[in-house]
């Protein structure tokens, strides 16, 4: 018995088939979901991958939150099915208010890609529980608009309640507030952050660390223990 | 103007077209008349005009280019060879794969942003239109003096445009090069390349075949944008007299050309086409006429079903039109359904235009009259050919006599230590991490290796490691001091980056950037320059697959520096054992590979400290090469070297600065016997490579270089947090990374 995560493509997923593998590395099964497809194919979990969905045109994310896809997924989010929003995911999952606050063009005007440090500040929730609390890992961050922001109020209360999950280190790479790397919902079963975890979970390629394939192995042993 | 009909055309001969403003010579324009019995419609002087430009028919170059199919040495590895989209080579495990580099040189130094994007834009739908997946991209850039305040404009509007386009079609960047030079001023090469991976059996060609198979178009609506671009923007200089040519550069959607990857590959993938095209230069002009050409000739379009952006263009305007992210395709009638549903899955706009006929004319209508008339051959093939007039230019004597190796050296050991710093720190040498930073280089989650290493690394197979690897090279410098030599040595560089990273070099695809060929100066840097290609290529035994010419880069009397950048393609078996740049463990010993003389002319060391161009470039021994690659290749299998750098400009002590402080770990150098420490450190000598073995592989590595017969000289250890020259100075490495990354943010964030 395995879990089945489904990975959505929307037109201009760029990252998809990499998680796919990520989540096929980690021993669950992939299950690839259409943007135009509402139908979730009963999967036990989704991540929504990075890219540029529909070209970050208007803004990054803000149309593919209104692809049928996301209506099962905001519905099922609700309802306690874990969802991981890597890069543009988490954009999406912000235009679709499963988390708070928004995403703004890197301070510095460019694209920027590193193999970034993080802190993993919160190890309670669906995806980060094989980490430990205050580990520091490097995971490879990528792109134009990952300027995390949201209002004092709104950062405060994340800050209260454990829920900023990851934060950068030593370098904030586009001008975040609060270093915020990454949040998660208030249940803890959506997450979003923006470096992508899918490009450090084999030793050969991308950043050459596994630093990011705890991401899924967590997932997948809450599923198995749950099912 | 009503419409100029062929039947029209028949009967007014007297009407002047301005053959002259769409860049045609009076001797060309009397052949276009010649050929069709009659005078051209406007629309058939469109496609000769822009067809026959230097661009897209290689008048003045074709001739030269020959040599590298007559010259092609004997390769198992080639499936198919020049003429097409992009060459295709068989690297093993039933995989194919394709690549090539191209220039957008012009349009990227009038609006550096979209020229850049549209230039990745163009060389990916090549690869797409092989039946290819593309699996990375690489960018071989160069641009005025660094510290010119036009290359603040024109470099970061690059960088941003390669970033921007390629970073948003989810291919990553792996290699290419960042040079400066004043003789880039106004003329920078914004050269792309790509890699495609495909099985044996999905190789696609440009053909249009079967009559009544549909001509589909689809991807972008046609707009008024780069209208006459091949034709006047690729074929001219630039001019300040004359008015503003911004309009002509085409704007790009990455967006929209990430849909039309998908949408062609799941085409493919279902069996759904016969033959393919992308557009690029000369839009529908060229690629109608060179699918019908490729085929038995016949080809019939309705241009009014061609999907416009802007209804009030002319069909003259959409034959010339180079909107970017469309497609042809030929489909068989029964299929065509199932090809319009894939475009829609993936929202792609797609729609017939015409159909294949068994006559052997393409004929093009416009309100159902007939505007085109005419052999697609001549207007694809048969354009003129230049013998432009050529001869060794008469200052090359003196240039060469102009001896870098007589150049004042350091005296002290001090000295010798600054000169190192400026090299370190100089623009060319300096890290270009600003740079590559801006491109993703993890997209699709097979690179191995990416720039800084000396060549990018794909793997293609995730079960078997099977793997190919990509180095771009050229050095203007050389080949100004001698073309002949110098483009050998543009691709023994190439070759030699392959080899160190493990990978057997099999095929190259080359771009050739040079100035005007009506300056016969120019024209015979050109010619030298092929013949130098051709015949290293046959002794290194790798075959062209195709390329690009990029004429005209001058601006006045100015011309760039012959500048050929040569893309060297080469497979490992299983990337596991490729041979990264940066030392991993202290003790291991350092071994020079090849022989170091004093060679300084159009040496980095020579630009830095002297601002110094003069003599004879490196000697070129191909053989040595061969020798070098095949020891390089054995020493990565057998893991018997850990770290291995390429040496080529700013010589020995710029490689190993660079592997120290990629490894963050130090190195002590101690000069061998018969060598002065400033020779052995700024040396450009050819057919070198320095290497870290571990202690236990000694034996095993020095018995094989002696073997073999290549020299192999230990010259240090991996040690320590310095790199410390024995007897002449030492700098840390945090002061090495200091200068090293402080230059290219100093002069362009």
Redesign the interface.
């Known amino acids: 018995m395995t879990a089945r995560i489904g990975v959505v493509t929307f037109p201009g997923s760029l990252d998809d088939r990499d998680t796919q593998r990520a989540i096929r590395l980690a021993g669950a099964e992939p299950v690839a979901l259409w943007h135009k497809d509402k139908d979730l194919k009963q999967v036990d979990a989704v991540v929504l991958p990075g890219g540029f969905s529909y070209g970050d045109y208007l803004r990054a994310g803000a149309i593919s939150r209104f692809s049928p896809v996301m209506e099962s997924v905001v519905d099922q989010a609700k309802a306690g099915l874990p969802v991981l929003g890597i890069c543009n995911g988490f954009q999406v999952l912000t235009e679709a208010h499963l988390l708070p606050g928004a995403m703004l063009g890197n301070d510095h005007l460019h694209f920027i890609c590193r193999d970034q440090k993080l802190r993993v500040e919160n190890t309670d929730t669906a995806w980060t529980a094989d980490y430990t609390a205050g580990q520091e890992i490097h995971i490879p961050l990528k792109n134009m608009d990952g300027r995390y922001v949201a209002d004092e109020h709104t950062l405060d209360m994340l800050e209260a309640e454990g829920r900023v999950a990851f934060r950068y280190v030593g370098f904030n790479p586009n001008g975040s507030l609060r270093d915020i790397a990454g949040i998660t919902n208030e249940a803890g079963n959506v997450v979003g952050l923006m470096p992508h975890p899918e490009h450090a979970v084999e030793p050969l390629v991308g950043s050459g660390r596994t630093d990011g394939l705890p991401f899924f192995t967590s997932i997948l042993k809450k599923l198995v223990a749950a099912s | 103007m009503s419409l100029d009909t062929v039947e029209n055309a028949a009967k007014t001969p007297d009407v002047e077209l301005p053959w002259a403003e769409l860049g045609l010579k009076k001797d060309e324009y009397e052949r276009v008349v010649e050929i069709l019995g009659r005078r051209p419609t406007g629309a058939e002087l469109a496609m000769y005009s822009v067809m026959w430009s230097e661009h897209c028919s290689y008048k003045s170059s074709k001739i030269h280019l020959r040599q590298f199919g007559e010259k092609a040495p004997q390769s198992d590895a080639l499936l198919v060879g020049i003429g097409e989209n992009a060459g295709v080579v068989d690297v093993g495990q039933g995989y194919a794969v394709t690549f090539k580099v191209e220039s957008h040189n012009h349009p990227s130094y009038v609006e550096p942003y979209q020229g850049a994007a549209t230039g990745v834009g163009g060389i990916v739908r090549d690869i797409i239109a092989m039946g290819a997946r593309p699996v990375a991209v690489v960018d071989p850039l160069r641009f005025g003096a660094a510290d010119h305040p036009d290359t603040k404009r024109v470099l970061p509007g690059v960088v941003?445009g390669i970033?921007?386009y390629g970073?948003?079609?989810?291919l990553p960047n792996i290699g290419g090069e960042v040079v400066f030079d004043a003789c880039y001023q106004g003329n920078p090469l914004v050269n792309a390349g790509a890699i495609g991976v495909m099985r044996h059996e999905d190789i696609h060609l440009a053909k249009a075949s079967g009559p009544g198979n549909k001509v589909i178009m689809y991807g972008a609506r046609t707009g008024g944008d780069g209208i006459g671009g091949a034709s006047i923007l690729a074929s001219e200089t630039f001019d300040d007299a004359k008015p503003s040519k911004r309009p002509a550069v085409q704007v790009g959607?990455?967006?929209?050309e990430?849909?039309l990857i998908e949408c062609t590959l799941e085409a493919f993938a279902e069996k759904l086409v016969v033959g393919i095209q992308d557009l690029g230069a000369a839009g529908i002009s060229c690629a109608t006429s060179e699918l019908a050409s490729n085929g038995s000739g016949g080809m019939r379009v309705e241009l009014d079903d061609v999907p416009l952006r802007d209804s009030t263009l002319s069909p003259e305007e959409i034959l010339m039109s180079e909107s970017q992210e469309r497609m042809c395709a030929v489909v068989e009638p029964e299929k065509v359904a199932r090809f319009l549903e894939i475009c829609e899955k993936?929202?792609v706009i797609a729609t017939v235009i015409g159909e294949v006929t068994d006559g052997d004319r393409l004929e093009i209508f416009w309100h159902g009259e007939k505007i085109v008339d005419v052999d697609p051959r001549t207007v694809a093939h048969e354009g003129p050919t230049y013998e432009r007039p050529y001869a060794r230019p008469a200052w090359q004597d003196a240039l060469q006599a102009d001896d870098a190796n007589k150049l004042p050296r350091p005296s002290t050991s001090d000295e010798l230590k600054q000169q190192v710093l400026a090299l370190v720190s100089s623009p060319n040498q300096a890290s270009k991490k600003w740079i590559?930073?801006?491109?993703?280089?993890?997209?699709?989650?097979?690179?191995?290796l990416a720039q800084p290493e000396d060549s990018g690394m794909i793997?293609i197979d995730?079960e078997s490691?099977l793997g190919v690897a990509i180095a771009t090279d050229g050095n203007g410098r050389y080949a100004k001091l001698d073309p002949y030599h110098g483009a050998q040595l543009a691709l023994a560089e190439a070759y030699r980056n392959v080899a160190t990273t493990g990978a057997k070099p099999l095929a190259i695809s080359d771009c050739l950037n040079f100035g005007s060929p009506e300056d016969p100066d120019v024209m015979w840097q050109f010619v030298e320059a092929i013949r130098g290609l051709a015949d290293a290529c046959q002794i290194l035994g790798t075959p062209v697959t195709g390329g690009n010419v990029s004429l005209y880069n001058q601006t006045g009397e100015a011309a760039i520096h012959p500048t050929p950048v040569v893309a060297v393609l080469g497979v490992i078996d299983d990337?596991?054992r490729r041979t990264p740049v940066a030392f991993s463990e202290e003790g291991q010993l350092l071994y020079l590979l090849g022989d170091t003389r004093e060679e300084f002319g159009g040496s980095a060391w020579s630009q830095v400290v002297h601002d110094h161009l003069g003599g004879l470039p490196p000697q070129v021994d191909l053989e040595r090469e061969r020798l070098l690659a095949d020891i390089l290749i054995s020493a990565s299998r057998d893991g018997m070297v850990d770290a291995a750098h390429d040496l080529s400009d700013g010589g020995l002590i710029q490689a190993v600065v660079e592997s120290a402080m990629l490894g963050d770990k130090g190195a002590r150098l101690i000069v061998p016997d018969g060598l002065d420490a400033f020779t052995f450190l700024f040396s450009e000598s050819a057919g070198r490579a320095v290497v870290a073995v571990p202690r236990s592989e000694e034996l095993r590595f020095t018995d094989m270089c002696g073997a073999r017969g290549l020299p192999a000289t230990r010259i240090g250890v991996v040690d320590g947090d310095a790199v410390d020259v024995q007897g002449e100075f030492a700098l840390s490495l945090e002061e090495l990374r200091e200068v090293h990354e402080a230059t290219i943010p100093a002069l362009l964030a």
């Open positions: 941003a970033g921007g970073n948003c079609l989810g959607d990455p967006f929209q990430k849909l993936w929202d590559t930073s801006q491109y993703d280089h993890f997209v699709q989650g097979n690179t191995v793997r995730e490691g990337v596991a």
